[in-house]
């Protein structure tokens, strides 16, 4: 990906069979990499404050809640006072709501309860990295927008299948259609992600949605030799 980069994810599971199944899982999805596996809450909090201090950081933690030497909740906050930036999903077989109310405002991101699938895995990972990719769109030290916060909360949601793909939103599709079709030439995506102060990551997926449903055409812009920047023009 040409502006995405792997995303690094630490395991957090007490049993070693169900940690590798976790890892085969990451690894089975594009744009991640499994940055290490552990056993404990203390192996992991001397994994991730050493891929921290190595400039290194991991992206992601899957951690489970019942872990033999402490308990998912402690190990969030631990890990989230560290201040790294990682983003923690909660793996675990526990349903008790207070438990889920807890792991919330300890800082974690998503809730994924065992027994799952690996399409609900995959899906779960691609909502945190489209997360990620909405609330750091703008570049560090940059000031969030309403719509970049609003593109990154709903970009957790599951989304039942309907006309619009998973993580793309009808608002933000209809202010997007509306630059490209309003504009006196074809636009790229930066012109666009500028003009609504939106990522230009995702403001290029909702092109191509455009394209794909062929209520737009792309085209490589002029003038761009080597690796040419395409553009977008409404049909």
């Known amino acids: 990906?040409?502006?995405?980069?792997?995303?690094?994810?630490?395991?957090?599971?007490?049993?070693?069979?169900?940690?590798?199944?976790?890892?085969?899982?990451?690894?089975?999805?594009?744009?991640?990499?499994?940055?290490?596996?552990c056993l404990s809450g203390h192996d992991a909090l001397e994994k991730f404050e050493s891929f921290g201090v190595s400039g290194q950081p991991v992206d992601i933690v899957l951690l489970d809640m019942n872990l033999t030497d402490?308990?998912?909740?402690?190990?969030?906050?631990?890990?989230?006072?560290?201040g790294y930036g990682a983003d923690i999903i909660a793996i675990t077989a526990v349903r008790h709501?207070?438990?889920?109310?807890?792991?919330?405002?300890?800082g974690v991101t998503q809730y994924l309860i065992k027994p799952f699938t690996f399409t609900i895995f995959r899906e779960k990972l691609e909502n945190q990295r489209d997360f990620r990719l909405n609330l750091d769109g703008a570049g560090a030290g940059s000031l969030a927008t309403q719509a970049s916060v609003d593109n990154a909360l709903s970009a957790l949601r599951s989304v039942s299948s309907g006309r619009l793909p998973k993580g793309l939103i009808e608002e933000t599709?209809?202010?997007?259609?509306?630059?490209?079709?309003?504009?006196?030439?074809a636009v790229s995506a930066t012109e666009v992600a500028t003009a609504l102060d939106l990522s230009r990551v995702t403001v290029r997926r909702y092109l191509e949605h455009l394209v794909k449903t062929k209520q737009a055409v792309k085209q490589p812009r002029h003038g761009t030799p080597g690796r040419p920047e395409y553009e977008y023009r409404w049909v």
């Open 70 to 82: 402490s308990h998912g909740l402690d190990v969030a906050k631990r890990m989230n006072a560290k």
């Open 1 to 37: 990906m040409a502006d995405e980069r792997d995303l690094r994810v630490l395991i957090v599971e007490d049993d070693p069979m169900t940690a590798e199944a976790h890892a085969d899982f990451v690894r089975r999805v594009p744009g991640f990499v499994v940055a290490g596996t």
């Open 173 to 185: 599709l209809t202010a997007i259609s509306g630059v490209v079709r309003d504009a006196s030439s």
């Open 97 to 106: 709501l207070q438990v889920i109310r807890s792991a919330i405002s300890s």
